[in-house]
């Protein structure tokens, strides 16, 4: 065998972990759906126009995460509350139980150096419950991450769909999982919802 | 002929070897402790809110991959235990600020002094995409409900003058009882 040859065999078998990395990324981020406790309470998610128009707002990628969330998160509750209401603004609520307010204190991605090296995509979700009454119950941070090679300049838009869907979906795995096990909102005594005097 | 090639394969492993160094640049989990074992705490109505300042420039590159000390930025290790039996209290770290107003002095405390947020501390938000941010964003201290019982630590990021010895800093830490919706206000002086 040639020396050129010796070194091209040399080269494939050196990359050969190199073609695992992602994939073993891509097996972490796709975990199954947390099993979450359903508390006894009405809930009304609020989910502002601001917040699903959230993008991060620094470097050459833009992570939509904002319309991410607007979509995965109302699933992913669902299964937490009896019943979940979305609306856009507080003031809609109705007659509900609690209100659950979302808001993103980071999105943060690094940019890729090189076509086959990974990107990474940080987001951060502070979370206020309140009562009926306005005031604080339970605050909590969620968090999702995610890592995945972007590829070339064709498979960009669906890597990165990909890692922006993979990471909300982390996010709102953790949030289900933290509110589910709140004590603040499991001994919440508060009296039944009562029919919504404003139809 | 042989030489191009060569060099073509030299370039190759030069470019696995960055790829391979970029999936490796995981940091390690900096070491805490129960609140009570710090030196600076202070101990108020169940609470126990205890400080440690990471000012030695190893230990930041170490924990932070950066030589924050340089950039205008003095990291400040945060550790909250609520010890109380029943009350539990709400922590919003956008309610942490400082007591007192630091100066920024030299050429990474000015830029340090253009990220600064409401509460007179570092936005990391405000700071460039790349791998310091994702390093100080991930051992930010976060929001939380203390259940009676429960711990939440991480850090805070302090501006600090680079040309001038380090001013005495001082540390307002407010906690909402969740229950009353009390707030008592935890200052630390260092």
Redesign the interface.
């Known amino acids: 065998m040639s020396i050129s040859r010796r070194c091209l065999l040399l080269l494939m078998l050196s990359c050969l972990p190199l073609a695992g990395i992602p994939l073993m990324a891509q097996q972490q981020t796709t975990a199954s759906a947390p099993t979450v406790q359903k508390l006894p309470l009405t809930a009304a998610l609020v989910l502002t126009p601001e917040f699903c128009a959230t993008v991060n707002n620094k470097g050459g990628l833009k992570f939509p995460v904002g319309k991410a969330a607007c979509s995965q998160l109302p699933a992913t509750l669902n299964a937490v509350f009896t019943t979940l209401t979305r609306v856009d603004d507080s003031s809609k609520a109705g007659n509900v139980q609690v209100l659950l307010e979302p808001k993103f204190t980071d999105v943060s991605g690094t940019q890729r150096a090189f076509t086959f090296s990974k990107t990474e995509l940080v987001v951060l979700v502070e979370w206020t419950i309140r009562d009926r009454e306005g005031n604080s119950i339970w605050i909590e941070t969620a968090q999702g991450s995610g890592a995945r090679s972007m590829g070339n300049n064709i498979t960009l838009r669906k890597n990165l769909d990909r890692l922006v869907h993979e990471t909300v979906q982390q996010m709102a795995d953790e949030s289900a999982t933290k509110m589910s096990s709140a004590p603040q909102l499991l001994n919440l005594h508060v009296e039944p919802a009562k029919a919504d005097r404003n139809p | 002929m042989?030489r191009p090639?060569?060099l073509g394969?030299v370039g190759?492993?030069l470019?696995?070897v960055?790829?391979?160094a970029?999936?490796s640049s995981e940091l390690p989990e900096y070491p805490m402790q129960p609140a009570s074992a710090y030196a600076n705490k202070v101990v108020d109505s169940g609470l126990i809110v205890a400080i440690e300042v990471v000012g030695d420039t190893e230990q930041q590159k170490k924990y932070f991959n950066s030589n924050l000390n340089s950039r205008g930025i003095l990291p400040v290790l945060v550790v909250i235990q609520n010890t109380s039996a029943e009350n539990?209290y709400?922590?919003?770290k956008s309610a942490v600020a400082l007591g007192n107003t630091i100066e920024a002095i030299g050429k990474g405390a000015l830029k340090a002094g253009a990220l600064l947020g409401s509460g007179g501390l570092l936005d990391?938000?405000l700071l460039?995409?790349?791998?310091m941010?994702?390093a100080l964003?991930?051992r930010e201290i976060?929001?939380?409900?203390l259940?009676p019982g429960s711990t939440v630590s991480g850090f805070v990021y302090i501006p600090i003058s680079i040309d001038a010895p380090r001013k005495s800093v001082h540390l307002q830490v407010p906690l909402?009882n969740?229950h009353s919706?009390e707030i008592e206000v935890i200052n630390l002086v260092f």
């Not at chain 2, 460039?128 to 791998?131: A, V």
């Not at chain 2, 976060?142 to 409900?145: L, V």
């Open positions: 042989g090639f060569s394969i190759s492993l470019l696995f960055l790829a391979v970029s999936y539990a709400l922590f919003d990391v938000t460039p995409p790349g791998q941010r994702m964003t991930r976060r929001s939380k409900t259940s909402t969740a919706s």
